[in-house]
């Protein structure tokens, strides 16, 4: 079956850490560019972060430069998203993507509260 699967959501202080985690399956993971994107209440699903297949390259969302990284380990087939120093508008439902697949997660939400 051909999916993504999110985990490694929660509640975290402003300030805190967490990594998200996405893992392919059914498909050859390594020949693709994976991306994470957001989505807060009311607001247009977003771009956070993007990486090559190859490693070469990265982009990340102007706001979350120098706060989040998006590494990827092609042999267990999947990438992450190291998210620090969070803020209360990180706050949002974050989804991994293949564009070329049209491939979508279900989603985990990652809320930033005091």
């Known amino acids: 079956q051909v999916q993504l699967v999110e985990s490694g959501g929660g509640l975290v202080q402003p300030g805190g850490s967490l990594r998200l985690s996405c893992a392919g399956s059914?498909?050859?993971?390594?020949?693709?560019?994976m991306r994470w994107y957001r989505q807060a209440p009311g607001k247009e699903r977003e771009l956070v972060a993007q990486i090559t297949w190859n490693f070469v390259e990265t982009i990340y969302l102007d706001s979350v430069k120098g706060r989040f990284t998006v590494p990827r380990d092609n042999v267990k087939n999947m990438v992450f998203l190291q998210m620090n120093s969070l803020k209360l508008e990180d706050t949002a439902v974050y989804y991994c993507?293949?564009?070329?697949?049209?491939?979508w997660g279900q989603g985990t939400q990652v809320t930033v509260s005091s």
């Open positions: 059914g498909f050859d993971f390594y020949d693709y560019d």
């Open positions: 993507n293949t564009a070329a697949l049209n491939l």
